[in-house]
C-alpha cells in the first residue's frame, strides 16, 4: 500500500476529528504556522481567521508576548499536583481575575476546559444545597438552544438536539425556557416565574447576553438583571457562563459587566489563555464556597482534574489578560465594534438577510433561504465552501454566518471579512433547497 505523503492525506489515515462524518468529509485543510489573524497552510496558502480558531484566541495567533511567558513557564516549572499543592502563576491568575470579576466572586477553581467548568459549576450548586440539607434542590432552568459543552452534565443543561440525541435517555432532566429576545421579555419573565417558586429548583444557567451556537442570538442585559433578581428571591442559584462572552467579546471585560445584579458562579475557557492553552475555571461567591467549609470531610467539593491550574496554561492566561486588559487592546476592541456597527446598517433590510446581530466584536448575519435552515443544509455547506475560495475561516450555523475574528484583525481585513458576507448574500438569491433529513434533525 502507498503511504500517505500530504499532511491532510497522513491526517485522514490516523485521525478522527470532531463535529465530523469521517466517511463523507473531505480532507481537513492542513495548518503549519499562524500570525496574527492568518492561518498559512502547507502548500503556502493564507487564510484569515475571522472566528478566532473556535472563539479561543484573542490576540493573534503565535502572539510574541504569550509565547515568551510560556517559555519562561516552562523553564521553571511544567506541571504540579494541584491537591496539597500551589504556585504562584495559579494564584496570581486568581488574583488578578478576581479584581476584575463582580465583586460577588470570591474563589476560583481550576479545570481543562469549557465544559468542565460548567461541570463544576453544575456540582457546586447541588452540592451546595446537599450540604445544606436541601438534596431536593437538583433542577436546573435552562434556555432553549442554549450550548454548554459536550460532557454529560454541561450537555443535560444544554438543548436537546441532533448532537445529543444517541445520549437523551442518559442526561437529567431540565425545564427549558425561551431566550427573552426583544418583544418576548414578559412572557419569558411569567415562565421563569411558574418555575422559581417550586421547592426542587436549585439553579439557572445562561449565556449573559449572547447565545453562541444557537447563532449569536441576543438579549438585554435588562430582562437577565430581572431574571437573576427573581431567582435570588427564591434562593435560585445563578451560573452565567462566559465561556464564550469572557475577556473583551462583548466590549466589556465580562458580558456581566453590563448588569446590576451578579451571578453566584461563572465559568470560564476559551479566551481565558487567548487561545494558547487548554485550560477552564469556575468562579463563586463567598457563600457557596462556605457550604464547602465543615469539619466533615464528605461535604468537600471532590472533583479534580491531573492538569488541573497547570503552570503553563496560568502563565499563558497571565500573558493574555495583561494583553486585554492594555489601553491599546480596548481601542481595537472598540475599533471592530464600530466597524461592525457600520457594516450592520448596510446589510440590513437587504434581499435575503433575516437579520443582523452585533454586540462587541462578534456579529451574526441571519440570512434568509425561504427554506431549509438547518445545520445540515446545502446551504450551510456552500457558506463554508465560498468562505474557503476567498481564503477565509468561518464556521456557519446553518443559515447564520458569524464573525468574532481576533482583536489584532486590521480595518483591511475585516473588509475581506465583509466581502464574504455580502458573496453569500448573492448565494442565498439564488438559493434551491432540497435536502431530506432524518426527523429527529430538525428538532
Known amino acids: 500500500m502507498p503511504q500517505p505523503t500530504s499532511l491532510a492525506q497522513r491526517d485522514h489515515a490516523v485521525l478522527w ?6 466517511q463523507t468529509a473531505p480532507l481537513p485543510v492542513p495548518i503549519v504556522r499562524g500570525e496574527g489573524s492568518w492561518l498559512i497552510a502547507e502548500d503556502g496558502t493564507r487564510y484569515l481567521d475571522g472566528i478566532s480558531s473556535w472563539w479561543v484566541n484573542l490576540h493573534g495567533h503565535a502572539n510574541a508576548h504569550i509565547a515568551r511567558r510560556v517559555s519562561e513557564q516552562l523553564q521553571t516549572l511544567e506541571h504540579v499536583l494541584f491537591a496539597g499543592f500551589t504556585h504562584p502563576a495559579a494564584v496570581e491568575l486568581a488574583e488578578q481575575l478576581l479584581e476584575i470579576l463582580p465583586q460577588n466572586q470570591a474563589r476560583v477553581f481550576y479545570s481543562d476546559n469549557g465544559s468542565t467548568a460548567v461541570e463544576v459549576a453544575l456540582k457546586m450548586v447541588l452540592q451546595y444545597f446537599h450540604n445544606r440539607e436541601q438534596p431536593e434542590r437538583r433542577t436546573f432552568i435552562c434556555f432553549r438552544n442554549s450550548y454548554h459543552g459536550d460532557t454529560f452534565g454541561a450537555m443535560s443543561v444544554s438543548s436537546r438536539g441532533a448532537f445529543t440525541a444517541p445520549f437523551w435517555p442518559l442526561l437529567f432532566q431540565v425545564e427549558f425556557i425561551d431566550v427573552p429576545v426583544p418583544g418576548r421579555e414578559a412572557e419569558v419573565l411569567g415562565q421563569l416565574d411558574a418555575l422559581i417558586s417550586r421547592p426542587d429548583v436549585a439553579g439557572f444557567i445562561f449565556e449573559p447576553l449572547m447565545l453562541g451556537t444557537a447563532g449569536m442570538v441576543t438579549y ?3 430582562v437577565l438583571d430581572e431574571m437573576i433578581r427573581r431567582c435570588h428571591q427564591h434562593g435560585v442559584l445563578c451560573i452565567a457562563d462566559e465561556v464564550m462572552t469572557g475577556f473583551g467579546r462583548l466590549g466589556h471585560l465580562f458580558a456581566t459587566d453590563y448588569l446590576t445584579e451578579q451571578p453566584d458562579i461563572m465559568c470560564f475557557s476559551k479566551g481565558l489563555t487567548g487561545g494558547t492553552m487548554a485550560m477552564g475555571l469556575t468562579t463563586c461567591a463567598a457563600p457557596i464556597y462556605e457550604a464547602f467549609l465543615s469539619s466533615e470531610l464528605m461535604k468537600a467539593l471532590f472533583h479534580g482534574h491531573s492538569y488541573t491550574a497547570n503552570p503553563v496554561a496560568c502563565a499563558a492566561a497571565l500573558a493574555s489578560l495583561a494583553l486585554t486588559r492594555a489601553p491599546e487592546c480596548t481601542a481595537q476592541r472598540a475599533r471592530i465594534a464600530t466597524a461592525h456597527a457600520a457594516f ?14 452585533h454586540l462587541g466584536t462578534v456579529l451574526a448575519v441571519e440570512y434568509d433561504p425561504g427554506e431549509d435552515t438547518s445545520y445540515f443544509s446545502r446551504l450551510r455547506d456552500g457558506f463554508y465552501q465560498l468562505s474557503l475560495e476567498h481564503n477565509v475561516v468561518l464556521r456557519p450555523l446553518g443559515n447564520v454566518v458569524y464573525l468574532l475574528p481576533p482583536y489584532c484583525t486590521t480595518n483591511e481585513e475585516l473588509d475581506l471579512l465583509y466581502t464574504v458576507l455580502r458573496a453569500m448574500r448573492e448565494l442565498v438569491l439564488n438559493f434551491a433547497p432540497a435536502l431530506t433529513l432524518p426527523e429527529y434533525l430538525h428538532d
Do not use: F, K
Not at 476529528?17 to 469521517?22: A, G, R, S
Open 17 to 22: 476529528h470532531p463535529y465530523t462524518q469521517m
Open 220 to 222: 438585554s442585559a435588562e
Open 344 to 357: 450592520r446598517q448596510e446589510m440590513e433590510g437587504q434581499p435575503g438577510i433575516r437579520e443582523v446581530r
